[in-house]
């Protein structure tokens, strides 16, 4: 897992402090510049001054044990800070989830939910297709009626996908649509409803109340939010929106395999106390993977 930009920077930022003694004025002045290198790279200003926060209050002051270099100690505690960012937000085993509850409720409810544009729909049609593979029936229900060729996108996916479809038409009411669905799914042997959502409407509220209606209605039993890793903070900031109105339990970013700053998905995580479950490494069906966060981590502190 890739993230050039963001090992890049923590590597001088090291190599800064290697050499010298930890005072709090030495590590301010490289903060400084590490913070603001931090936000051009998609890390969101509050995760940035967070993490550069936690960092400062594990190395400066402390004592180092003999033997270990400057360097050493601050990429061990650089690492433990990173890791705690992931590890707050905890691991979900999505296809393992989806098995359990698909046996214990028949029917295993996950709603989508994201801006137009960031490559929702297609990531449903991946998740449906790693989900087919493992022998789980899926069907997708095109609950947005309000974007132009939504349908026929959904309709086309699912077809390579392997999944079933369930629509209404345009101008249905998306709520209905996603009731309907599951009701269709539990009469048809399905196992799993993916619920594609509208990204845009007239006003943010609009949008807001539509998905809250949509939950009120389905009670889905898992809410993914799918961000673009090419958007930077305009994915972030979304994933804050949508986990403030109506609670995400995981997301997805889309078009990882492109981005070579990495500060998205910590941002992600950060903000809603999160996971990320999968990223999106290209354009074939195959190409989603579970995300690691000890590669990620790996790959980042990879100096």
Do not use: C
């Not at 296809?95 to 929702?120: C, D, T, W, Y």
């Amino acid at each position: 897992m890739s993230a050039r930009k963001l090992s890049k920077i923590f590597r001088e930022f090291v190599d800064t402090l290697a050499f010298k003694e930890l005072t709090p004025e030495r590590f301010d002045e490289a903060a400084s510049k590490l913070f603001i290198e931090l936000v051009q790279s998609d890390v969101a200003v509050e995760v940035a001054e967070g993490i550069i926060g936690d960092l400062r209050s594990k190395v400066v002051g402390q004592r180092i044990q003999r033997g270990r270099s400057v360097k050493e100690f601050l990429e061990s505690e650089l690492r433990a800070t990173l890791q705690e960012v992931f590890e707050r937000a905890g691991w979900i085993d999505l296809e393992k989830l989806a098995m359990e509850q698909a046996r214990q409720k028949g029917v295993f409810k996950v709603i989508f939910l994201g801006p137009n544009g960031h490559g929702k729909t297609t990531t449903i049609g991946k998740l449906s297709y790693r989900f087919s593979k493992k022998g789980l029936r899926v069907l997708i229900a095109a609950a947005d009626t309000f974007r132009a060729g939504a349908i026929e996108q959904v309709s086309q996916i699912a077809s390579l996908a392997g999944a079933g479809v369930f629509s209404m038409g345009y101008g249905a009411d998306p709520a209905a649509v996603a009731y309907e669905a599951v009701e269709r799914a539990r009469r048809g042997g399905y196992n799993v409803v993916m619920i594609d959502t509208a990204g845009r409407m007239h006003t943010k509220k609009n949008l807001m109340d539509e998905m809250k209606k949509i939950i009120r209605v389905v009670e889905p039993d898992f809410k993914i939010f799918v961000g673009d890793a090419l958007t930077g903070n305009d994915a972030v900031e979304m994933a804050r929106s949508f986990h403030s109105e109506v609670g995400i339990d995981g997301s997805i970013v889309s078009k990882f395999d492109a981005d070579v700053k990495g500060g998205v998905v910590v941002s992600l995580v950060y903000v809603t106390g999160r996971p990320v479950l999968y990223v999106g490494t290209g354009q074939r069906l195959e190409d989603l993977e579970p995300f690691d966060y000890k590669s990620f981590i790996d790959s980042v502190l990879s100096f």
